[in-house]
């Protein structure tokens, strides 16, 4: 049976009656819309709620499904242990989304389970929802660090399981959204956070999803965003839906913003789609930079393609630029797909006859043996974005205020631990964060005695 009813919600605890003891009044238009939200489900009598929270067991790489039978957990980290919830999980649609979502290729499953107890981005959800109604199985799914378009895709097959069952499921998106609204907010003031929000909710009141897969990661974090990922598995779950789109309310005046919405299937519409054309517009965004790329990446590319697809080293082409062949240097290669990192494998230093030899060794590594994520598959390559960075030989400074993170990457030392931080870099917009993240690369404690050196780079893209 198709969805029957998807909706978004805020997590704060402190409008939980319990945790806020009366301060819950100063969000009492989002509470209202809670309230909505809860007889609005109670009427569509679901057999199933599923459940999206950005504070479950949270992979980089792994969209987490909670397992077992049954969970529970209460406010007690906010002071309210007697406030008390407890669910069943359906352990049949649990198995079903495992099982196809290892068939369609997403990394979802139950692997992995640390949190057993419901956090309080369920909680919140459920003492107002069972308020209403309680008469449900549960199934809990986390976000992950992986892409946008993974998110909206892993929807696709919450909504593929719930036509399979004969049962009645509603889909229950939880997130925040930008928690730097206000210099006096817990997290501070940035001017990315009401812009963040106002393009956020007018895509929630008119249900036009697409714009959600066109957040940009810097962007997002400037802002200070939760829910993101989680209302696009929602958006995924509606795909091909029509939807009738309310926007219930939008507050913030803690400095995090809380949006209430609701959506109600009511036929179908084949443009509404929107991961389709979020791929086809892509496609031709790729196609355009395959034309116009730069020497130094289409090496890097055909370097990994052919080694992928053939299984040996590229040959050296006939048209490779001189100073590709005529130059030493240490070099980084780069991938993306879907705006997020792939791969990344680089030398300080040269370490072959030439920068064109040191860009096929790398891109080949970048792409197949990083450390950090799977090997990169042959159906892969189409949408792999390349950059390549020449380096200048590195210089011993004196101190981190010689650094400019924009200009100048930067390597820090200590008793044969080293690690190397790139210019320019998404997030990075300070010294002391620039060093600090190299430092933990390297595995050295900020209190050990490192030494600092900077470098620059000709970035190729």
């Keep these: 049976m ?77 002071g309210a242990p007697h406030a008390h919830y407890e669910v069943s999980y359906c352990t049949e649609f649990i198995q079903k989304l495992s099982d196809l979502s290892k068939s369609e290729g997403i990394p979802a499953g139950t692997l992995g389970e640390k949190k057993k107890q419901l956090d309080h981005g369920v909680l919140v959800p459920l003492s107002f929802i069972k308020k209403e109604y309680q008469n449900f199985k549960f199934v809990r799914v986390s976000i992950s660090g992986l892409s946008l378009l993974t998110h909206y895709k892993f929807g696709k097959l919450i909504a593929s399981i719930s036509n399979q069952m004969d049962q009645r499921v509603v889909f229950v998106a939880s997130g925040d959204l930008s928690h730097k609204l206000l210099e006096e ?26 714009d959600l897969l066109n957040f940009e990661d810097r962007f997002c974090e400037s802002a200070g965003e939760c829910g993101l990922r989680s209302f696009i598995i929602l958006s995924g779950v509606l795909d091909g839906l029509i939807v009738r789109s309310e926007l219930l309310s939008y507050e913030g005046p803690f400095g995090v913003g809380y949006a209430v919405a609701s959506y109600e299937p009511i036929g179908y519409d084949d443009s509404r789609k929107f991961d389709e054309r979020y791929e086809e517009v892509e496609k031709e965004r790729l196609s355009s930079i395959r034309i116009n790329e730069d020497p130094y990446v289409r090496l890097a590319r055909l370097s990994l393609e052919h080694y992928i697809k053939k299984g040996v080293e590229l040959a050296k082409p006939n048209n490779i630029l001189g100073e590709m062949l005529e130059t030493k240097a240490g070099v980084f290669v780069s991938l993306k797909k879907d705006g997020m990192l792939r791969g990344c494998i680089g030398t ?28 990169v598959k042959e159906d892969e390559l189409s949408q792999i974005i390349y950059s390549v960075d020449v380096l200048t030989p590195s210089k011993p400074i004196a101190n981190i205020n010689d650094l400019d993170p924009k200009k100048f990457g930067v390597i820090v030392r200590s008793h044969g631990k080293s690690g190397l931080l790139l210019p320019d870099l998404e997030g990075i917009d300070s010294p002391e964060k620039q060093v600090e993240i190299a430092l933990r690369k390297a595995g050295i404690s900020e209190n050990e005695k490192y030494s600092l050196e900077r470098f620059e780079v000709i970035r190729h893209h």
């Design 2 to 78: 198709p969805i029957v009813g998807g909706f978004i919600v805020p997590h704060p605890p402190l409008i939980v009656h319990e945790v806020g003891k009366g301060q819950e009044r100063k969000i009492h238009k989002t509470i209202e819309a809670y309230e909505e939200i809860g007889r609005r489900i109670k009427k569509l009598k679901p057999d199933i709620i599923v459940m999206s929270t950005p504070h479950s067991v949270m992979y980089s790489n792994y969209l987490h499904i909670s397992p077992g039978q049954f969970s529970e957990g209460s406010f007690r980290d906010f």
């Design 185 to 210: 907010g817990p997290y501070g003031f940035s001017e990315d956070g009401p812009l963040f929000d106002q393009r956020i909710t007018q895509a929630l009141s008119t249900g036009d999803f697409y």
């Design 348 to 375: 300080t230093a040269a370490t072959t006859k030439s920068v064109a030899d040191e860009i096929i060794q790398n891109a080949i590594s970048a792409g197949l043996r990083d450390p950090r994520f799977d090997p």
